[in-house]
C-alpha cells in the first residue's frame, strides 16, 4: 500500500470570464457541475481527507457538492480574499495538520482530468518527490513556464508576467496539479512571500524549494485533459469532450449510440447492452436503464429506472419513475414523478402520469391524464381519459381495479373506485364507485329527430358546402366596429 493521500481542490476563484451570476465551478459539464469532477477523482484515488477551498458563493459551491456526495465527505477552508494559489493552500493548512502522506492538488475548473494521469502522478510523488502535471498547448500564453536545468531537470516555474524573453519562448506549461509529501508542501508554504509582478502567494514558489531540497518529476498530459474552464467558450468545449467519454465508455460496454455527439449523459448513468440510444437522448442524475431498449430521438430521463426491452419512442419526458420489462411508451409520453409502470404497460402519445401505478399489461395508448391514480392490471384506458385529481383544495385519489375497461372521453372524479372487471361507457363521468363487474354510464340517452336535417337543408336552400359564397366585400376595422354595434 502507497502512502496515505490527502487531496486540497482550490476552488476559491469567481471567473470573472464567465460572466455569470454563479460561481464558475457550479456551471455544468455533462449535467454536473464542474466542482464534482475532481471531488469524485479525490475519492476514487482513495483519498482520506478532501479539503475544498472556496472563496465565492462558498455556501452555494458546499451546497452542490453535498448534494452529490452526502454531508461530511468534504471539508471546507474559506479563502475569503484571493491572493494567490500558495494562499488558498495555506487556509487549508490547518486541516491537514495530522495528514502524513501525499497531498494532492487539483483545480475546481480543470473538469477533463483523469484518475489515470493522476495515478501516474502519486505513483511517482511515492517516492517521497514533489511531482507536477506539464502540458505542451498550442499557445503558452497566460501559463507558467517549467524551467529546466541543462541536465534536464525542474528547476523552477514562472509565471508568464514574470519571464524573462527566453522563457516566455517555453513550450512546456504548469498544468498546476501537483503531488507530494504533505510536511514538505505545508511546510513551505510558510516560506512563500508576494514577491512577484502579480503580489500574490504563487504555490509554484514551493516547485523551486522542491528543486534544492527533494527533487521534482513532471508527467506530460494532453492540453485536452489540462484544460481549465475560463469562459462559456472553454465550458462549450469541456462538455462535448466529456460526453463523448462517456458515450464511449457506453459503446464500449455494448450499447449503440446513433449519434455520440448528440448524446447528453450525466455520468453514473448506467445502460445495459445491446440497449439503443437515439439522437439527442438526454439521460440525467441517477438514472438506469436495463438492455435491449430501444430509446428514441429527443427523450429526456432524469432518475429513473428502466426495465429491459423496453421501448420509448420520440420525444417522450420521463422523471422519477420506474418502468417495467418490456413497456412501449410515447411518442411524446410525460412520466412525471412517483409513475411506476409494471411489465408490458403501453402509454401512448400525450399521455401524462403522475403519482400513478399501472398494474401488467395495462394500456393508456391516447391522450390521458392518469394522476394520483392506483390502476391494476390489464386495464385499458380508453383515450381521453381524465382523472380529476384536484379540486383546487386537496388530491384525491383514483382506483381502477384489474380488468377494468374505461371508455374513452371519461372523466374519473375522485376520490373513487372502478371495481375489478366493470366498464365504464364511453363519455361518462364517474363521480361514485363502480362494482365490480357492472357497467357505468352517465350520457342523456340519445334521440333521433325524424326528417330534421331534410328540413334544414330545405329552410337554407341546399346543404352546408353546396352553395359558392358570395364575394364579400373587404372588412376594415371601421366596418366591424359598426357591425358590432347594430
Ligand atoms: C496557475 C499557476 C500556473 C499554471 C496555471 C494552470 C500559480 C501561481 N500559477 O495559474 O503556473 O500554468 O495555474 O492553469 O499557481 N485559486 C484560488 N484562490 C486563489 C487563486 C486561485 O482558489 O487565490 C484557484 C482558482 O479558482 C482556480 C485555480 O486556483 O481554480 C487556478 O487559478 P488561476 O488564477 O486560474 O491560475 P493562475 O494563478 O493564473
Ligand atoms: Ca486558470
Known amino acids: 500500500m502507497s502512502a496515505p493521500l490527502a487531496t486540497c481542490i482550490l476552488a476559491a476563484g469567481l471567473g470573472t470570464r464567465m460572466k455569470s451570476a454563479h460561481a464558475k465551478v457550479l456551471h455544468r459539464v455533462a449535467g454536473r457541475p464542474m466542482i464534482e469532477y475532481p471531488v469524485a477523482l479525490a475519492h476514487a484515488l482513495g483519498s482520506e481527507q478532501v479539503v475544498c477551498v472556496l ?35 495555506q487556509q487549508a493548512a490547518p486541516l491537514f495538520e495530522d495528514h502524513r502522506g501525499l497531498l494532492l492538488v487539483l483545480y475546481g475548473d480543470v473538469p477533463l482530468l483523469t484518475e489515470a494521469t493522476l495515478t501516474r502522478l502519486i505513483d511517482t510523488a511515492s517516492a517521497g518527490i514533489l511531482a507536477l502535471i506539464t502540458f505542451e498547448p498550442e499557445s503558452p500564453r497566460g501559463y507558467g513556464r517549467v524551467v529546466r536545468n541543462e541536465a534536464g531537470k525542474v528547476t523552477r516555474i514562472v509565471e508568464e508576467k514574470d519571464c524573462s524573453d527566453a522563457e516566455r519562448r517555453i513550450g512546456e506549461c504548469n498544468a498546476g496539479i501537483y503531488c507530494g509529501p504533505s510536511r514538505f508542501i505545508l511546510e513551505s508554504l510558510h516560506a512563500l512571500t508576494p514577491d512577484n509582478a502579480q503580489g500574490e502567494l504563487y ?18 498530459a494532453s492540453a485536452e485533459e489540462v484544460m481549465g474552464v475560463n469562459d462559456r467558450v472553454e465550458l462549450a468545449r469541456a462538455d462535448r469532450v466529456m460526453r463523448l467519454r462517456l458515450a464511449e465508455r457506453l459503446m464500449r460496454d455494448g450499447v449503440t449510440v446513433r449519434d455520440p455527439e448528440r448524446l447528453y449523459l450525466e455520468p453514473g448513468v448506467v445502460v445495459g447492452r445491446d440497449t439503443e440510444l437515439g439522437p439527442g437522448v438526454e439521460l440525467r442524475g441517477r438514472t438506469a436503464i436495463g438492455e435491449g431498449c430501444r430509446i428514441e430521438a429527443g427523450v429526456v430521463i432524469s432518475d429513473c429506472t428502466v426495465g429491459s426491452r423496453v421501448h420509448v419512442k420520440p420525444y417522450c419526458v420521463l422523471g422519477e419513475s420506474v418502468v417495467g420489462d418490456d413497456a412501449h411508451l410515447g411518442p411524446v409520453a410525460h412520466l412525471r414523478p412517483g409513475t411506476v409502470l409494471d411489465r408490458e404497460v403501453h402509454l401512448g402519445n400525450f399521455v401524462e402520469t403522475k403519482k400513478t401505478r399501472l398494474g401488467r399489461g395495462s394500456k393508456a395508448n391516447h391522450l390521458s391524464y392518469l394522476g394520483d391514480a392506483e390502476i391494476g392490471a390489464g386495464v385499458n384506458v380508453g383515450c381521453g381519459t381524465i382523472t380529476c385529481n384536484y379540486d383546487g383544495y386537496t388530491k384525491s385519489k383514483t382506483v381502477i381495479e384489474d380488468g377494468a375497461f374505461i371508455g374513452s372521453d371519461t372523466q374519473l372524479v375522485a376520490p373513487v373506485t372502478v371495481g375489478k372487471g366493470a366498464v365504464v361507457a364511453a363519455g361518462t363521468t364517474v363521480t361514485e364507485d363502480v362494482p365490480a363487474g357492472a357497467l357505468a354510464l352517465t350520457r342523456p340517452k340519445q334521440i333521433a329527430v325524424a326528417g330534421w336535417a331534410e328540413r334544414k337543408r330545405a329552410r337554407m336552400g341546399g346543404a352546408p358546402e353546396s352553395k359558392p359564397k358570395p364575394k364579400k366585400p373587404r372588412k376594415t376595422a371601421a366596418g366591424r366596429r359598426g357591425r358590432r354595434r347594430k
Do not use: N
Not at 472563496?55 to 458546499?62: C, F, I, L, S, Y
Not at 475569503?80 to 494559489?85: I, P, S, V
Open 55 to 89: 472563496g465565492h458563493q462558498a455556501a452555494e459551491v458546499q451546497a452542490a457538492v453535498e448534494d452529490r456526495f452526502g454531508k461530511g465527505q468534504i471539508a471546507v477552508a474559506i479563502q475569503a480574499e484571493q491572493h494567490g494559489t500558495g494562499h488558498a493552500v
Open 203 to 220: 504555490l509554484t514558489d514551493v516547485v523551486e524549494m522542491a528543486a534544492h531540497e527533494l527533487a521534482v518529476a513532471t508527467i506530460l
